[in-house]
């Protein structure tokens, strides 16, 4: 199997790779402003933004399959438009595709969201992933399209969050509930989808649904942090616009995918 991991210089990319990297298949990655420290990766510079740039990256290494990552919170250009370039990229060549979507196209609510609830963004970001989705989804109809949730492990930007809340910077919020799930189980499940055939929208995220400062306290468990001087508050009161109660049921996936999606609390845990 031969994979192209848009976006191998960032969290997930670079754990898609080291996994598909070991699983033994060949494994092209692309970086933007960043490097790939994934080790076996064959690596490209590549700009999502440039269509024809990304159509000819991807005629040259003619990839069985794609993963495809980019986003820049603030950047519709990234965030929509690249997607939407590596989606006819790839179909040009006749690759799977798995495009990573984001539960942020969510509004926000006390109940759980399927896998095929249309986005109701109430942000530009969730507004771009949700554009995302939708190019990709016109462009190949057997493309299959990850929600996930927020991605933790060793390094992520989640778990600094965390620690820098533990350390007296900044507060989490009470009212923010997530489905975190762990990298390498994501990475698994998008390697999983990338040698499937699942076409369109899967819920894939973590079994537990819990607040930011519940996992700030969960952090401070794992890392023997003091959580005494934890702040918190409602994303409300720091005017903070974006979903607040998003939780992702991901029922279809964990029936669907061999790999098992732990929960923040189990996989956190010492
Ligand atoms: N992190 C989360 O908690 C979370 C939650 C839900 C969904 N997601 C989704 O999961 C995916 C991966 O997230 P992540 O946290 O792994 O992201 P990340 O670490 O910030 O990596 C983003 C990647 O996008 C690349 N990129 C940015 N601008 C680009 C451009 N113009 N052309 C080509 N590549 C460009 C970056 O390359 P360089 O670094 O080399 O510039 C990097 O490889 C995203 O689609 C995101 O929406 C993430």
Redesign the pocket.
């Known amino acids: 199997m031969r994979v192209l991991v848009?976006?191998?210089?960032?969290?997930?990319?670079?754990e898609v790779c080291r996994r598909a990297s070991d699983a033994g298949w060949s494994v092209v990655g692309?970086?933007?402003?960043?490097?790939i420290t994934a080790p076996g990766v064959e690596a490209r510079r590549?700009?999502?933004?440039d269509r024809a740039a990304v159509r000819a990256l991807v005629a040259d290494v003619r990839p069985d399959a794609v993963v495809?990552?980019?986003?820049?919170y603030d950047?519709w250009?990234?965030?929509a438009d690249?997607a939407a370039h590596v989606a006819v990229a790839a179909a040009k060549v006749g690759a799977r595709l798995v495009h990573?979507?984001?539960?942020?196209l969510h509004g926000g609510r006390p109940s759980p969201y399927a896998d095929d609830e249309p986005p109701s963004p109430v942000n530009a970001y969730g507004a771009a992933?949700a554009a995302a989705e939708t190019a990709v989804r016109v462009v190949d109809p057997g493309a299959a399209l990850v929600?996930?949730?927020?991605?933790?492990g060793e390094g992520?930007?989640?778990i600094q969050l965390c620690r820098e809340a533990l350390a007296g910077r900044g507060a989490l919020f009470t009212d923010m509930i997530r489905c975190p799930v762990d990298v390498t189980d994501l990475a698994d499940a998008v390697l999983e989808l990338a040698d499937s055939t699942y076409a369109g929208l899967l819920n894939v995220a973590g079994a537990d649904a819990v607040s930011r400062a519940e996992l700030g306290l969960l952090v401070a468990e794992r890392f023997d942090l003091d959580a005494a001087g934890l702040k918190t508050t409602t994303s409300a009161a720091a005017g903070v616009p974006g979903p607040g109660d998003v939780r992702l049921d991901s029922t279809r996936a964990a029936g669907l995918l061999g790999t098992r999606l732990r929960g923040v609390r189990e996989f956190l845990a010492r």
Do not use: E, M, N
């Open positions: 848009v976006g191998a210089s960032g969290f997930l990319g670079g692309t970086c933007h402003s960043g490097d590549l700009d999502v933004t495809s990552t980019p986003y820049r950047d250009t990234v965030t690249g990573v979507s984001s539960d942020a992933k929600r996930t949730s927020l991605i933790l992520s930007k989640q």
